[in-house]
């Protein structure tokens, strides 16, 4: 590559890739340094510049400007200065060019070196940049291969990587399968940018109803809270400050259509979708839909809740291996203890704390009808 060419293509990443030039010539410049030290000795201090208009190159050994030489490798007397220039005096820096015959090769085969290096960092950086924005965001993949536990999937340019704990117990992943996952983090690293998605996130769902429900994606349904056991159920509170607006209708859809949607893309996971209420006696009961509830009991310094349920529905209040009390606790930020109606009553169940009868709402929804 003669000079012309070298500045053309300097040109052309500059333009195409966005690389100022002079980072690339102060790259060059630098490692060509280390070059010449290798014809010169390390202990030399030596410059290289290169003529930003016609791309040549040369190498200069700076030498201090002394009275008396100490260091001949990068020291020179004052008369032999003045021999160069009459302007130096003792502490100026004279440069002495010194560039070996063979420089054009060397610094020919350096700055290829350099723009291949720029180019790939620069490349990096820009698919960083753009895959950065999709932080926190739900995106679609192409599944790839499995390594090891791990899948990866298509995302553009890059490979995601779904790790074993990310991935929903029981699902399966078939090549060529499209697949919607929440982006955890994006990494950069030397080899370039690295993402981790997951499908198990509780975020995955609320990115998911933003996407399907036009009333959650402009703010006038607000998603308060959401419990998830990945694979197996969610449950998710809503709310809306406008009194026209029924949240929980929206979120479900013409016939539980808007949430099946998203059922069908967790793979048949299932979704409570509950009203939040800022009382917390209403919200508990209607977290524990679809069980009734008849009475509770809340102690606010130990942010616990006592439930009571008829006889013929704790199992339903309870859940199978716990799974409807665990999920609405997490919903709602109380610790739950649940009896049946004869229980209370036999243990004096409602002893303490402060007793209210809670009315359901005959409206909470599933994607099911339970």
Not at 336 to 344: M, V, Y
Request: hydrophobic share 40%.
């Amino acid at each position: 590559m003669d000079r012309a060419e070298f500045m053309d293509a300097l040109n052309l990443v500059e333009k195409e890739k966005g690389i100022d030039k002079e980072i690339i010539f102060e790259a060059i410049e630098a490692s060509l340094v280390s070059a010449c030290k290798k014809n010169f000795g390390s202990g030399q201090n030596i410059k290289v510049v290169i003529d930003r208009e016609t791309g040549n190159v040369a190498c200069y050994a700076q030498k201090a400007v002394v009275e008396e030489i100490q260091d001949e490798q990068n020291e020179i007397l004052l008369p032999a200065a003045r021999v160069l220039n009459p302007n130096y005096s003792v502490g100026d820096v004279v440069d002495l060019e010194v560039t070996p015959r063979d420089f054009g090769r060397i610094s020919a085969q350096t700055a290829k070196q350099v723009v291949v290096q720029k180019f790939r960092e620069a490349e990096r950086e820009i698919l960083y940049n753009q895959y950065i924005t999709k932080e926190r965001e739900v995106v679609t993949g192409i599944v790839q291969r499995r390594d090891r536990r791990n899948i990866i999937i298509q995302m553009g340019k890059i490979d995601a990587v779904l790790a074993a704990n990310e991935q929903i117990p029981g699902e399966k992943y078939g090549f060529m399968d499209r697949l919607k996952v929440y982006v955890l983090e994006v990494k950069q690293t030397t080899k370039g940018p690295q993402i981790f998605v997951s499908r198990t996130h509780p975020e995955l769902v609320k990115r998911l109803f933003e996407q399907e429900v036009p009333e959650v994606f402009d703010g006038t349904v607000e998603i308060k809270s959401i419990a998830r056991e990945a694979g197996s159920r969610t449950k998710i509170a809503v709310y809306s400050k406008d009194k026209n607006v029924d949240a929980l209708g929206a979120c479900v859809g013409q016939n539980g259509y808007r949430v099946n949607v998203i059922v069908g893309e967790l793979g048949g996971e299932k979704i409570d979708v509950i009203h939040w209420s800022d009382d917390p006696k209403v919200f508990i009961a209607a977290a524990l839909s679809p069980s009734k509830v008849l009475e509770v009991a809340l102690n606010e310094d130990e942010q616990s809740a006592k439930i009571v349920v008829p006889d013929h529905q704790l199992s339903l209040a309870i859940g199978k291996e716990g799974q409807n009390a665990r999920l609405s606790a997490k919903l709602t930020g109380w610790r739950i203890d649940i009896k049946s109606e004869t229980q209370a009553r036999e243990t004096n169940f409602l002893a303490s704390g402060t007793v209210d009868e809670v009315e359901g709402e005959d409206e909470e929804l599933t994607q099911e009808q339970e």
